[in-house]
């Protein structure tokens, strides 16, 4: 379960960084669900562009994780303390009516969230394509300090995006620690669908439009 709390940190950092790039471009988002997902992605995003440029440069240790890390809480801080502010305060006035349909659609939905994260959470096994490159490619970088081109795996002439994250949570933790953070932005996609239909619909479609793609 440790690497619940490296899954923590490093969307705190991703959160902080995603808030602070929002900020730079303006008022984009309408609701604080929808400035939290746009703030994960942009921060997940500079966090895998953190760890290509530590490739290039041929500084894959772990001191180096552990640095942009840091950096990250750091240049994020005031955001964090806001935006924790302003969840309390939503939390404050938020009620659930367990006698709603909705309450439990709400709650099938974190159900099957909860059995994926615990499958996340086994050792890496079985399919072929995470084993044959998308983790199988961060370690060997890892092995090497760098971006390396392997010859030998098919994978190696695909784009290094998600795989990024891959390698600094294999850094941190191991695989399974990827597969978690794999689970998270899974998790972050069925929350952002529930977000856009709740702008564009109501939160009603959102549940169903979330336990649909959930499932």
Request: proline residues 2%; aromatic residues 14%.
């Amino acid at each position: 379960m440790v690497e619940l709390v490296y899954l923590v940190l490093i969307a705190t950092v991703a959160v902080g960084l995603g808030l602070t790039l929002l900020r730079r471009v303006g008022p984009i988002c309408s609701s604080r669900a929808e400035e939290l997902t746009f703030s994960l992605g942009l921060g997940l995003g500079g966090l895998a562009l953190s760890m290509l440029l530590l490739g290039f440069a041929h500084l894959l240790y772990i001191e180096a994780f552990y640095a942009v890390l840091a950096l990250g809480v750091v240049w994020g801080r005031k955001e964090l303390v806001g935006l924790v502010g302003r969840l309390q305060g939503r939390l404050a006035i938020a009620s659930f009516n367990w006698r709603s349909f909705h309450f439990w659609l709400l709650l099938l939905i974190v159900i099957g969230l909860a059995l994926n994260l615990l499958r996340a959470l086994m050792p890496a096994h079985g399919a072929v394509d995470p084993l044959a490159y998308h983790l199988a490619l961060p370690k060997i970088y890892l092995l090497r300090h760098y971006i390396s081109f392997e010859r030998t795996l098919t994978g190696g002439l695909y784009p290094d995006n998600i795989g990024m994250l891959y390698l600094l949570a294999i850094a941190l933790r191991g695989a399974a620690l990827a597969q978690v953070l794999h689970w998270f932005m899974g998790a972050i996609t069925v929350f952002a669908i529930w977000c856009f239909c709740r702008g564009y619909f109501d939160g009603k479609v959102g549940i169903w439009a979330a336990a649909i793609y959930a499932f």
